[in-house]
Structure formats: structure tokens, C-alpha cells
Antibody, heavy 125, light 107 residues
Framework: EVQLVESGGDLVQPGGSLRLSCEAS????????MTWVRQTPGKGLEWVAN????????YYVDSVKGRFTISRDNAKNSLYLQLDSLRAEDTAVYYC??????????????????WGQGTMVTVSS | AIQMTQSPSSLSASIGDRVTIICRAS??????LGWYQQKPGKAPKLLIY???SLQSGVPSRFSGSGSGTDFILTISSLQPEDFATYYC?????????FGQGTKVEIK
């Protein structure tokens, strides 16, 4: 079955750390860029970070730069998000998503066509 | 970061209605825009990419249009399963940014 399964969410104190995992199955993981998106309770969606197929390039939203690190292990079909120096405002459901990029010539379009079920991170004392 | 503004924030409609949701970008993003549907407690679902390309398996009553700064998601005949929140997402540059969402409710 083609799926993504996140894990690692937990209750953590401000300033603490957490590592989220996303295990892929049913498709060739190394062929895809991968993305993390989060959703604060009752609020909208926020793109957090993404990583190239080979793991050699990453992008982040400004609010997490220097605190979060995205990585992947293609041999284990797994995506990770290391969350450090956590703040209350990082409380959210974190989703991993596959980016099935479509291209027209040299223009690439994101298409997050497969999502995990989400994992909840709560930052509170 | 590019700001994406959706309107309306919510709307009430009846089964069979034609529904239009607008997304405006704070700068020209060509046609680098996707639309996603989200139901309560579920992950988002891709509907449209590249502003107007229908994702495989998505019903043809969904369509997208626009380029530059103004984009539209249209549901031609609203069905019971379409009651959800809809988000636009620009992928023109980093960081990617979502609109704030449009909740479609039953009238």
C-alpha cells in the first residue's frame, strides 16, 4: 500500500527537543522531494520545510530556521524532522507529504499528492 | 514571503450550487499555485496543481483558473462530500505559503 506514516509527536517543555519520523512505503521514496507541513489547532496550514531527493538541499520557513532540521534516509525510506529549542507556537499537527513534482519544460510545480495522518506536537510547561 | 489571501473566509451553499473561491497573491506567481481540500481531522488532499491542472482521480466538477496574482477554484455543482475547507498554496518561491483557508458549509 502506498502510504506515509508519521510518528514521534509528544508533549515537550519549552526549549526542549523532539524528532519526528515519516516512514514511506509502496513507492520509490528516493524519487521524490519530501515536505513537512504543520497545522496549529483550529488554524490553517503552514509549510515548514522540504528536502531534495538525495537529501543535499533543504529549504525552511523563516520561523524555524536554525531550530528545525529536515533530513532523510533513502535506504530506510524515511523522512525526519528534528525540532530543537521548541516554543509554544510550534504546537501543531505535523504532516509529511510527498511532492510529485510536475514539469513543463524547466518549470516545476509542486503537487503534494500523498500525505501522512499527522503527528501532534504540544509544547507546554 | 509571498502572502496569499483567500476570499471569502467562509461561505454557505446548497447541494448543486456553483461555488467560487478566490486566492490572491501579493506578487506575480505565474501559475505556480495549487488547491487543497481538507476535512476535519484529516490530512489535506490535492485537487489542482499548476493553477488549472486537475489531479488524477479528482472529480471534473473541480476546476482552477488564473495566473499572475489572481486565481479561482470553482466547484461546478456542489456535492455533499465537498463540504470542507479549501486552501491555496503558492510554489513560486520559498518559503511556500498557504492561504488562510475557505470553509464551505451547508446552507
Amino acid at each position: 500500500e502506498v502510504q506515509l506514516v508519521e510518528s514521534g509527536g509528544d508533549l515537550v517543555q519549552p526549549g526542549g527537543s523532539l524528532r519526528l519520523s515519516c516512514e514511506a512505503s509502496g513507492f520509490t521514496f528516493s524519487n521524490y522531494w519530501m515536505t513537512w507541513v504543520r497545522q496549529t489547532p483550529g488554524k490553517g496550514l503552514e509549510w515548514v520545510a522540504n528536502i531534495r531527493r538525495d537529501g543535499g538541499l533543504q529549504y525552511y520557513v523563516d520561523s524555524v530556521k536554525g531550530r528545525f532540521t529536515i533530513s532523510r534516509d533513502n535506504a530506510k525510506n524515511s523522512l525526519y524532522l528534528q525540532l530543537d529549542s521548541l516554543r509554544a507556537e510550534d504546537t501543531a499537527v505535523y504532516y509529511c507529504a510527498r511532492d510529485d513534482q510536475h514539469s513543463t519544460g524547466d518549470i516545476y510545480y509542486d503537487a503534494f499528492d500523498l500525505w501522512g495522518q499527522g503527528t501532534m506536537v504540544t509544547v507546554s510547561s | 514571503a509571498i502572502q496569499m489571501t483567500q476570499s471569502p473566509s467562509s461561505l454557505s451553499a446548497s447541494i448543486g450550487d456553483r461555488v467560487t473561491i478566490i486566492c490572491r497573491a501579493s506578487q506575480d506567481i505565474r501559475n505556480d499555485l495549487g488547491w487543497y481540500q481538507q476535512k476535519p481531522g484529516k490530512a489535506p488532499k490535492l485537487l489542482i496543481y499548476a493553477a488549472s491542472s486537475l489531479q488524477s482521480g479528482v472529480p471534473s466538477r473541480f476546476s482552477g483558473s488564473g495566473s499572475g496574482t489572481d486565481f479561482i477554484l470553482t466547484i461546478s455543482s456542489l456535492q455533499p462530500e465537498d463540504f470542507a475547507t479549501y486552501y491555496c498554496l503558492q510554489d513560486y518561491n520559498y518559503p511556500r505559503t498557504f492561504g488562510q483557508g475557505t470553509k464551505v458549509e451547508i446552507k
